[in-house]
C-alpha cells in the first residue's frame, strides 16, 4: 500500500484545514488508517483512525471535537478535517494505514505516507 498526503499550509489559530491522503496499490488489504504528527523533537503523536470497511472512527483526547477523520472508498482516500486550530497543533501529519491494525501505536503500522506540514500561527 502507497500513501500520499497532502493539504498541509500555514493557518491562523482559529481557521481550519483538510488534509488528504490517498492510497493506492493493494488497498483491498488495508483494515485501518490513522493519522499521526510529529511536532519538533517530539515523538509521533496518534491523532485520529478509521477502520476501512465499517468506519469506525478513535480519537486523542487532544482533538476530539474538533477534527473528523472520514474515507471515500471508492477514491481510496481519507480525511482529516481540522477545525479550531491551535499552535500546538503545529506538526508534520502523515497518514498511516495496516492489514490488521486500528490502535493508536506508531510503530505498529505497516505503511506510511511521506507527511504534509501544518503550521498553525497565533
Known amino acids: 500500500v502507497q500513501l500520499q498526503a497532502s493539504g498541509g499550509g500555514l493557518v491562523q489559530a482559529g481557521g481550519s484545514l483538510r488534509l488528504s491522503c490517498a492510497a493506492s496499490?493493494?488497498?483491498?488489504?488495508?483494515?485501518?488508517i490513522a493519522w499521526f504528527r510529529q511536532a519538533p523533537g517530539k515523538e509521533h503523536e496518534f491523532v485520529a483512525v478509521v477502520t476501512w470497511s465499517s468506519g469506525v472512527t478513535y480519537y486523542a483526547d487532544s482533538v476530539k471535537g474538533r477534527f473528523t477523520i472520514s474515507r471515500h472508498n471508492d477514491l481510496n482516500t481519507v480525511y482529516l478535517q481540522m477545525n479550531s486550530l491551535k499552535p500546538e497543533d503545529t506538526a508534520v501529519y502523515y497518514c498511516a494505514a495496516d492489514r490488521a491494525y486500528s490502535g493508536t501505536t506508531a510503530s505498529d503500522y505497516d505503511y506510511w505516507g511521506q507527511g504534509t506540514l501544518v503550521t498553525v500561527s497565533s
Open positions: 496499490g493493494r488497498t483491498g488489504s488495508t483494515y485501518a
